[in-house]
Nanobody, 126 residues
Framework: QVQLVESGGGSVQAGGSLSLSCAVSGDTYYIAWFRQAPGKEREGVAVINTGSTNTYYADSVKGRFTISQDPAKTMVYLQMSSLRPEDTAMYYC??????????????????????WGQGTQVSVSS
């Protein structure tokens, strides 16, 4: 069973940077970051194939966020830069343990990920 623990959230001013970490135990196929703002649905932000290290980003964060993993595959990171107030949300790390044969866009949906961390809060002030 996969266990995930996020860390690294905090408060930052618009234009600033934050880095989130997700400690991963267990074998995975994909690790993704999702976020949920108050009153909004949870949305996928970025995903990495932990074998190939191929990545995919939601349009809202493309060019500003970077997902990566350490060589031991025990940590996945989300480096966030040029942060905006609309990036304010609870950020969750999630894992999928099997291959996905659809599009990256379709993969990055919470229904496709069965293991979840507890979340870490990111707040961006204007």
């Amino acid at each position: 069973q996969v266990q995930l623990v996020e860390s690294g959230g905090g408060s930052v001013q618009a234009g600033g940077s934050l880095s989130l970490s997700c400690a991963v135990s267990g074998d995975t196929y994909y690790i993704a970051w999702f976020r949920q703002a108050p009153g909004k649905e949870r949305e996928g932000v970025a995903v990495i194939n932990t074998g190939s290290t191929n990545t995919y980003y939601a349009d809202s964060v493309k060019g500003r966020f970077t997902i990566s993993q350490d060589p031991a595959k025990t940590m996945v990171y989300l480096q966030m830069s040029s942060l905006r107030p609309e990036d304010t949300a609870m950020y969750y790390c999630a894992a999928r343990t099997t291959a996905y044969f659809g599009s990256w866009f379709d993969c990055l949906r919470q229904v496709n990920f069965k293991s979840w961390g507890q979340g870490t809060q990111v707040s961006v002030s204007s």
